[in-house]
């Protein structure tokens, strides 16, 4: 129902914008989230959207380089990634919480997961 899109391959300063597609309409009102994986790694935090005002939240590492917007016409969800980094390498996946419970910090605080695309910076 997610499906996400968008990652390859960058140089370090470089950008990538991801996407994520949800197949139907009732996603605009859901809390929308960005995260990712890198190997070896727990799932982290990256982004996330709130369905209504839009409200944003970041991950500290990502603020003021990462922006995530949504498009509720198209049911899609956007994440900006600018002066990207090596440490940025990793999986990143969409994810959408249903409830808009408020848990946007934590995988467990959603209910839908898109299959990851993968984003590589090289040095």
């Known amino acids: 129902q997610l499906q996400a899109s968008g990652g390859g391959l960058v140089q370090a300063g470089g950008s990538l914008r991801l996407s994520c597609a949800a197949s139907e309409r009732t996603f605009s009102s859901y809390t929308m989230g960005w995260f990712r994986q890198a190997p070896g790694k727990e799932r982290e935090f990256v982004a996330a959207?709130?369905?209504?005002?839009?409200?944003?939240y970041y991950a500290d590492s990502v603020k003021g380089r990462f922006t995530i917007s949504r498009d509720n016409a198209k049911n899609t969800v956007y994440l900006q990634m600018n002066s990207l980094k090596p440490e940025d390498t990793a999986v990143y996946y969409c994810a959408a919480d249903r409830r808009n419970s408020g848990n946007y910090y934590y995988t467990w605080g959603y209910n839908y997961w898109g299959q990851g695309t993968l984003v590589t910076v090289s040095s």
């Open positions: 959207i709130r369905w209504n005002f839009g409200s944003t």
